[in-house]
């Protein structure tokens, strides 16, 4: 049974679409909710296995600026 781990990220709005789509098209990597649209607040769930892979992207993303704020859970 695979175990899999959750966090959520802060973004702007605008870019809500940009990264769903940037992480779902690392196909099997993570999936991605919107968990409040108007705060820009998404949900990732992954493979505890992959989680150094989430990291690292969700780190890249927060350098460039788009990801706000990461809260694991």
């Known amino acids: ?3 899999f ?8 709005r605008r870019e809500i679409a940009f990264v769903h789509y ?4 690392y196909e ?6 919107t968990l409040d649209a108007s705060r820009g607040l998404l949900g990732l ?3 505890a296995s992959l989680e ?5 992207l969700v780190e890249d993303l927060r350098v460039q600026g788009i990801v706000k704020e990461v ?3």
């Open 5 to 12: 781990r959750e966090m959520s990220i802060k973004v702007a």
């Open 1 to 3: 049974m695979v175990e």
């Open 22 to 25: 940037v992480i779902e098209a």
């Open 28 to 33: 099997g990597l993570a999936t991605v909710s």
């Open 52 to 56: 150094s892979t989430v990291l690292d």
């Open 71 to 73: 809260h694991s859970s």
């Open 45 to 47: 769930a992954y493979p």
